[in-house]
Structures are given as C-alpha cells and as structure tokens.
C-alpha cells in the first residue's frame, strides 16, 4: 500500500511502487485531467506539481512519492492557477485541448516564480510543452494576460 497526498487529500493505493504516478492518477484515483502524451517526459502533457515544482508524471513512479505532495490540474486552485485559467478561457487558447492541462501547469509555475516574465523566459519555461494544434501565440499571450492581471492584484 502506497500513501499519497494528492490534491491535499491522502489517498492509498494498492499498486506496483513503479507505476508512473500518471497511471496512479487516472487509473487508481480517477482524476484523468493530466494527459498521456509520449510517455518519456518530452511533451508536457502529463504535468503535475510535486512539492510545488512541475515534473512529468509519466516517467515518475510513485514508489518515492510517499510524504510529497502532489497537484494535479484538478488542484490547481491557487491564486496564480485560477489568473491563468481564465486567461485561457478568456484568449480560446485550446483548440483540441488535449496538451493544456500540461501547458496550464507549466504557465501557471512560470507565474509562481514571475509575474512579469519577458518572451524569453516564457519560451524557456513552455520549451518542455508541445501543442500539436500549435497554439503557441494564444498560449504566450493568455501566460501574458493572466501576469498582468496578478500584477495588478499585487499593487491593489
């Protein structure tokens, strides 16, 4: 049995320790927000927060999760979370929508850290995320929205 803090909620799983926390994710605690894209960390789909940093939960296996906490889509519901959320409501960033889960968790750490990024440290935080539908423009410009619209909760 194998305890994980997901979403500030303890569940506990009876699975193979080496079971990609993806698969524990959709498949054991049925939160199928996070995506399977390539399964080798290179698309972003699957992104999670673990202790508050993005990692890709397909090459992750929960056998070292115990006592972690982990955030999936689901539980993205800080201040930052909810400012890019509705930038991308706002903008239609998705087209198939398939990625955005993963974009949604890398923009909304990019904000974390910064909440005036230039392009350049936009494109090096999304670099890890591929969208198919190449919604690239509506993803920069919804990480630019929701920065001003926390600047501007910052200065009230």
């Not at 201040?79 to 955005?100: F, I, K, M, P, T």
């Amino acid at each position: 049995m194998i305890k994980l803090e997901i979403n500030g909620a303890i569940h506990e799983l009876d699975a193979d320790p080496q079971m990609p926390l993806l698969w524990a994710l959709r498949d054991k605690v049925g939160l199928t927000g996070t995506k399977y894209g390539c399964g080798i960390a290179q698309c972003g789909a699957c992104t999670v927060y673990l202790d508050g940093e993005p990692v890709r939960a397909c090459v992750t296996p929960i056998s070292g999760l115990s006592g972690k906490s982990i955030t999936s889509i689901e539980g993205l519901d800080s201040a930052v979370g909810r400012a890019v959320l509705s930038a991308w409501d706002e903008l239609d960033v998705a087209q198939c929508g398939y990625c955005q889960p993963g974009q949604v968790m890398s923009a909304a750490a990019l904000l974390e850290a910064n909440t005036a990024p230039s392009d350049g440290d936009i494109d090096a935080a999304m670099s890890g995320n591929i969208c198919r539908c190449a919604t690239y423009v509506r993803i920069r410009e919804a990480i630019k929205q929701a920065a001003g619209t926390l600047r501007e909760k910052e200065a009230t």
